[in-house]
């Protein structure tokens, strides 16, 4: 059975530091990944994803990820937060063939402080 | 991309009385889906809305709780019926478009049982 794990429930950091949300999966075969992000009283929207290629995946406000197959991780990256980064962040995936099944994480709160 | 309208936003709803939450999408979408994100938790999926035949359920959701409509390729409706308490969370419709393959998710319907 396929899993995505995040390890943190939350994750603090002050404004201009690097953010990094941590997250691994567990499925068969060669699963396509997603990072998604809720703010409050809103629905997810899209950051990024990974289907194939450059493991060093860029999507929208500065964010990028990096997918490790070895280490079946993957983070989500920015390298300087920002006060409007604080949300919610979702991993996902879907494994290959699953069509619209896609499996969430916990999620993560990132917390940035000016 | 997809533009998706959902409706209700929140409902405050008594024990016992059903609710039914419209979504509407802005182009004709093959997937549509329905998710629930109990309160401080991830997004589990309920059901599948198959234009012109049944929903698919998944495990731990039944059709006569959550009956679910998909007259068109741009419309469904999810009604939470015979509610209780339990059954307060945030409601949302995706749909994954062809080309990408990611979810876009509506705003969500916060439900409130007492």
């Known amino acids: 059975a396929q899993s995505v794990a995040q390890p943190e429930d939350q994750v603090n950091v002050a404004e201009g530091n690097p953010l990094t949300v941590k997250c691994t999966y567990s499925?068969?075969?060669?699963?396509?990944l997603f990072w998604y992000v809720q703010y409050p009283n809103r629905g997810l929207q899209f950051l990024l994803k990974y289907i194939t290629g450059d493991n060093l995946v860029k999507g929208s406000y500065g964010f990028e990820a990096e997918f490790n197959k070895s280490q079946t991780s993957f983070h989500l990256k920015k390298p300087s937060a920002l006060v409007s980064d604080s949300a919610l962040y979702f991993c996902?995936?879907?494994?290959?063939?699953?069509?619209?099944?896609?499996?969430f994480g916990a999620g993560t709160q990132v917390v940035v402080t000016p | 991309s997809a533009v998706i309208s959902q409706k209700p936003s929140r409902d405050i709803c008594q024990r016992g009385t059903s609710l039914t939450i419209q979504c509407q999408v802005d182009?004709?979408?093959?997937?549509m889906f329905w998710y629930r994100q109990q309160p401080g938790q991830s997004l589990t999926l309920i059901a599948t809305?198959?234009?012109?035949?049944?929903?698919?359920?998944e495990s731990g959701f039944v059709i006569d709780k959550f009956p679910i409509s998909r007259p068109n390729l741009t419309f469904s409706t999810l009604t939470v019926s015979n509610m209780s308490p339990e059954d307060s969370s945030i409601y949302l419709c995706s749909v994954r478009t062809a080309s990408g393959g990611k979810l876009f998710f509506g705003s969500g319907t916060q439900l409130s049982v007492l």
């Open positions: 996902a995936v879907r494994p290959p063939g699953s069509w619209g099944k896609f499996q």
């Open positions: 809305a198959n234009q012109g035949s049944e929903a698919t359920y």
């Open positions: 182009s004709q979408v093959t997937m």
């Open positions: 499925v068969s075969g060669n699963p396509y």
